[in-house]
């Protein structure tokens, strides 16, 4: 019966699926069978109670009667918020060391080896302690660093200037200014996009930029916190420092350690692209009369992105993980707000499942994403020869 | 037709210490078509590439359309403007259309805009024979295709000489006319040319002097006539020799 190939290819996974399908089941049970033994309720009921605890830092309103619904929302928000600058700046680290690393010039070399051996070896969460460490020894906020009167660095955090609007509608703004932006770079340079006649294309601009412009302005319109200017600038008064945004050191320190310690390994990750770059395309484009910035902008930097965009995407997702460090030194992500509502509430299957899910739909997006990026600019072609 | 393109007096240059070329003495005149042969490791690309200085040299005098190559990076980018390379390997931008390979460099470094430089591209495309093919990638090409690519690629920055590096080395035997036909067209426009290539039906077909290199010298010089027929050093006949007797 099992003697073809196919028939035996079925058995396999009808089996694989039994024995999956078998634990599932019989952990369930045992579950709710020991909760209830316990006389715990299980179930998503509790995410509407509110928590009586409140959270260190939140990009939207929260208060202590704000349900756990929404300090899960909150944890979300600054494990994105963190992760985007973290990756961003990681980036902007790693492609500098990356051309220090690939120079001819000695000096800058050893900057960069230097950089990587000292960086890429420590492990994060001790340098996420030693960031902390310092950021909190810098000056109370009487005698803060002042930059020029609009922002100040102090123990108590970095205050940056702002404006006075709600939390939810400035991530309305940014989310209406990223989509915008990554809309404008789909337009301008997706394939589908490139037959369309120069009016056509003008017009598709402005109605990007034009929906983003209203969509971003309205928000800052209706978010506007009454009876206050609308530009929220950081002021010391007393012993503390007033209005403007505060960026606290556990969030600075983490978005530090993401940034040198990411940084190192995506250094190493964009060398091996310039390496892998033909020597024959940059000579070709010096050949041509390019400067070197745009035989480096046009040339080197395209083809080594499309080499390592897969292992970049690795990388991302990777140091996205890292955010869940904010426990460590007490910035309230995502991990660390889930484990506070478990200490709380009990509800730890649950909360477990939220979290799980939570850096999987993110991380899945982001490699969504950048496999699609990676799918519509690979080198088309099977005569390529560089 | 006498102008000066290109001057090189007592030029040296060193790998370490492995001397390259030795003692290199050429005048190209505006309008010339230069063949270059010789066998394998005698310093021919080496020559050329010095020529715009992808390749340093260390003694002597290189003097391209009256600008004299130094350590000065003005004189570098314009002696490159001005200077085509065409490439054994084509070294086309593979993550560009064909359009995009063509108007890349005028648009950035001649400062052209984008419908002048696309218009100038389409002329050239059409010339060597392939504007369908204008908004394809280099790797959907053949490589005779591309190699012609390359060549409008270097047109399209309208340069004054044009250097060839081997350009039908790589191709296909069957696409290697149809690379040497657009060849032998820039000849008839006018071009100057200095060609690195075996093709010596080539060479005798539109060049106006043959140069002979071994082990870093030029060993002889001459019309092609003279050079095929009656050529005077022995190693040039030997190496005639191997080269036609296939």
């Known amino acids: 019966m099992l003697k073809t190939r196919k028939a035996r290819a079925w058995a396999i996974q009808i089996g694989f699926l039994a024995i999956v399908a078998f634990l599932l089941i019989s952990s369930t049970l045992v579950a709710r069978d020991t909760l209830h033994a316990q006389g715990m309720n299980s179930g998503f009921g509790f995410l509407d109670r509110s928590t009586g605890w409140d959270v260190g830092f939140s990009l939207i309103e929260f208060s202590p009667f704000d349900t756990y619904g929404k300090v899960i929302v909150v944890g979300l928000l600054n494990t994105i918020f963190l992760g985007i600058i973290g990756i961003v700046l990681a980036n902007v680290v790693g492609l500098t060391i990356a051309v220090f690393r690939t120079s001819e010039n000695g000096a800058l070399n050893a900057i960069g080896t230097l950089y990587i051996e000292i960086f890429r070896n420590v492990p994060i969460i001790l340098q996420a302690f030693f960031w902390y460490a310092i950021l909190t020894h810098l000056p109370r906020p009487k005698d803060a660093y002042n930059l020029g009167e609009v922002a100040f660095v102090s123990a108590r955090g970095v205050y940056l200037p702002g404006l006075n609007v709600t939390g939810s509608s400035a991530l309305i703004f940014f989310i209406a200014l990223v989509l915008g932006i990554f809309f404008y770079i789909w337009f301008t340079s997706a394939r589908r996009f490139r037959s369309l006649t120069p009016s056509a294309k003008k017009n598709g601009k402005l109605t990007i930029v034009g929906l983003v412009l209203v969509i971003a302005v309205a928000a800052l319109v209706m978010g506007r916190i009454p009876e206050t200017n609308l530009f929220s600038i950081p002021t010391l008064k007393g012993l503390n420092i007033r209005e403007g945004i505060r960026i606290p050191p556990e969030m600075s320190a983490l978005a530090v350690s993401m940034a040198v310690y990411g940084g190192a390994y995506l250094a190493e990750i964009i060398r091996a692209g310039f390496l892998s770059v033909g020597k024959g395309q940059a000579e070709a484009a010096e050949a041509l009369g390019l400067s070197p910035w745009y035989v480096f902008t046009r040339v080197r930097l395209p083809l080594a992105f499309r080499a390592i965009l897969p292992t970049l995407t690795n990388q991302y997702v990777w140091l996205f993980k890292a955010t869940t460090l904010g426990i460590a030194i007490g910035f309230t992500d995502f991990f660390s707000v889930i484990s506070v509502s478990i200490n709380q509430s009990g509800q730890t299957l649950e909360l477990i499942a939220i979290l799980m899910v939570g850096f999987l739909v993110m991380n899945n997006t982001i490699s969504f994403v950048l496999n699609r990026v990676n799918k519509a600019i690979k080198l088309k072609g099977t005569q390529l020869r560089t | ?246």
């Open chain 2, 1 to 246: 037709m006498s102008e000066v393109a290109i001057q090189i007096r007592g030029m040296n240059k060193f790998y370490g210490t492995f001397h390259a070329l030795k003692e290199i003495n050429l005048t190209v005149q505006k309008g010339d078509r230069i063949v270059i042969c010789g066998p394998s490791g005698s310093g021919k690309s080496t020559m050329i590439r010095c020529v715009n200085r992808l390749e340093e040299h260390q003694a002597g005098v290189i003097e391209v359309l009256g600008t004299e190559l130094n350590d000065e990076v003005g004189n570098i980018d314009v002696i490159r403007r001005d200077v085509g390379m065409v490439f054994q390997h084509f070294n086309l931008f593979p993550h560009l259309t064909v359009l995009d390979n063509c108007t890349l460099s005028p648009m950035l470094s001649r400062k052209v805009s984008q419908a002048e430089a696309e218009k100038t591209a389409m002329m050239y495309l059409e010339r060597v024979k392939i504007p369908e093919q204008a908004e394809k990638f280099p790797g959907e090409l053949s490589g005779g295709q591309q190699q012609r690519v390359a060549i409008a690629r270097a047109l399209c920055m309208k340069p004054e000489i044009l250097l060839f590096d081997e350009p039908t080395s790589a191709l296909d035997p069957e696409m290697i006319s149809e690379v040497l036909e657009v060849m032998v067209e820039l000849a008839q426009d006018g071009m100057t040319m200095l060609c690195v290539t075996h093709e010596m039906g080539f060479a005798r077909q539109v060049a106006d002097r043959v140069i002979f290199m071994d082990k870093g010298e030029i060993v002889e010089e001459g019309p092609p006539e003279d050079f095929f027929n009656s050529p005077k050093e022995e190693r040039t006949r030997t190496f005639l020799q191997q080269i036609l007797s296939h």
